[in-house]
């Protein structure tokens, strides 16, 4: 299918999906002015495009049309002439050499550059939707970002979404989680020094023998750099206890709370353990440091009448958001079924935030009614799953969610309206919302819910009749 067709068909779907006309006007603007533009201006193919055009063709203010006023056409047949004397990787690359050496002197130079850019938008319009492969789409995107065009990468993102669940596209425009601990892990993260480097070796000994998870090295590394940047700058080779000692110091005329200084001298003595090991020093300079006055406070967990409020809650959302067919209120609904199944899930399962992110579609067993989970550690080494079993409660509110989830090629469970994964990093604000709006005043976090599935084993009978 041509690419006009299949915005078309995507304008259609907006609709059903009841977006206003505002909402809708900002969609097609990006999707008929610009997209197709930075398309033409890349697809290798476009210059053997343009010059099998027998009419030319001009897209303004929501149409495509050849009846174009003579000078239009003019401009337009000369730059043609122009694109047949040479092969051009990219009309990108063409029409700025062609800006440079015809248009920057002509009288009338801006007026042709408009026209010629009406017309390449115009046959953008014309290109097979499957010609667009993953390069093109990235290299269109970054083009318009450094035009700076406002809500460029959303729109075209769903558009593309859609032309894949539709068959038409031949890559998976999904965007691929980001994994937020990665920056620690990359070699670059820590700078230059002998101390950085011990820490790098410290780095691979906590993946490959201790087989931390990614967040878990992310932790400890980021506390430790800090105190590797000062021995550095120090250029202490061999630390004592009174060199540490003054580090703490500088650490705390800073700001930094007790309960930090006790959880940085922790994780010091476990790598200086280690530097130990590695006969790299002869003795822990951390061993003795004490910090007073630690205090760990019990977390909150919520109790079984709260977490009933929060339910009853997201049902009363859930039940007024239904009766309503305009994209707000459905948006409204979708979030609200979501994110009900998600404080669910954590109530009845105890998932980790990291392994509640991370449930793909294919993890789901409808005949066992189990999740299977990836466990804590490192995923790259261990391949270590276990299967969750799903009450009929909890079963129940999954299938809800399936029903309004309709992006099937989306691999993740959650995801967000647009049909983009939810990342692991929004768990935790959302359920700080949900008990924020239940008018419940307890710091609760998707681990303080781990505590909820521990003690709460009467709720199933209490909820299931709600």
């Given amino acids: 299918m041509i690419y006009q067709e299949c915005l078309k068909e995507y304008i259609v779907h907006l609709k059903n999906r009841k977006y206003s006309n505002n909402e809708l006007r900002r969609k097609k603007t990006i999707l008929q002015k610009w997209y197709p533009l930075s398309l033409i201006l890349f697809l290798p193919e476009s210059a053997t495009l343009i010059k099998e055009m027998t009419m030319p063709v001009f897209y303004y203010r929501d149409r495509v049309y050849s009846n174009a006023a003579a ?116 070699y670059d993260f820590l700078g230059e020094g002998v101390w950085m480097d011990y820490l790098r070796k410290y780095i691979s000994y906590l993946r490959n023998e201790r087989n931390l998870s990614p967040g878990g090295i992310d932790y400890r590394i980021k506390k430790l750099k800090i105190l590797c940047k000062y021995l550095n700058l120090k250029q202490i080779s061999s630390p004592s206890t009174e060199s540490l000692k003054e580090f703490i110091e500088s650490k705390r005329a800073s700001g930094t709370k007790n309960i930090t200084l006790a959880k940085d001298v922790y994780e010091a003595k476990y790598f200086f353990n280690y530097l130990i090991k590695e006969k790299i020093l002869k003795e822990n300079p951390a061993i003795n440091i004490k910090i007073k006055d630690r205090f760990y406070s019990q977390g909150e967990i919520l109790t079984e009448k709260e977490i009933i409020r929060v339910i009853e809650l997201f ?37 980790r935030s990291s392994e509640a992110g991370n449930i793909k579609l294919s993890d789901i067993d409808s005949d066992k009614k189990t999740i299977s989970v990836k466990c804590k550690g490192n995923r790259e080494v261990t391949n270590n799953y276990r299967d969750i079993y799903i009450d009929e409660y909890l079963w129940q509110d999954l299938q809800r969610y399936l029903k309004i989830r309709n992006y099937p090629s989306q691999e993740y469970l959650f995801i967000n309206w647009d049909g983009s994964a939810l990342r692991n990093s929004a768990l935790n604000p959302i359920i700080k919302t949900i008990i924020s709006t239940s008018g419940i005043k307890k710091k609760i976090s998707p681990h303080r819910l781990r505590g909820c599935a521990t003690i709460n084993w009467n709720l199933r009978s209490r909820v299931v009749t709600l």
């Fill in 71 to 186: 000078r239009r056409i003019r401009a337009v047949q000369d730059m043609i002439k122009y694109l047949h004397k040479e092969t051009w990787l990219n009309l990108n690359i063409f029409i700025e050499i062609y800006k440079e050496k015809y248009l920057k002197n002509q009288k009338d130079g801006d007026r042709s550059l408009r026209a010629i850019l009406d017309f390449f938008r115009g046959a953008g319009f014309f290109i097979r939707i499957e010609s667009i492969t993953e390069k093109l789409y990235q290299e269109s995107i970054r083009f318009l970002t450094n035009l700076k065009i406002k809500n460029r990468f959303g729109g075209i993102q769903s558009f593309m979404i859609f032309c894949y669940e539709q068959g038409w596209l031949n890559f998976n425009p999904h965007k691929e989680k980001k994994d937020i601990y990665s920056r620690a892990l990359e």
């Fill in 315 to 351: 049902e009363d959302i859930i039940y007024k958001t239904s009766r309503f067919k305009t994209a707000e209120k459905m948006k409204e609904y979708f979030r609200a079924v979501r994110d009900k199944l998600i404080f669910v899930l954590f109530v009845y399962t105890g998932l």
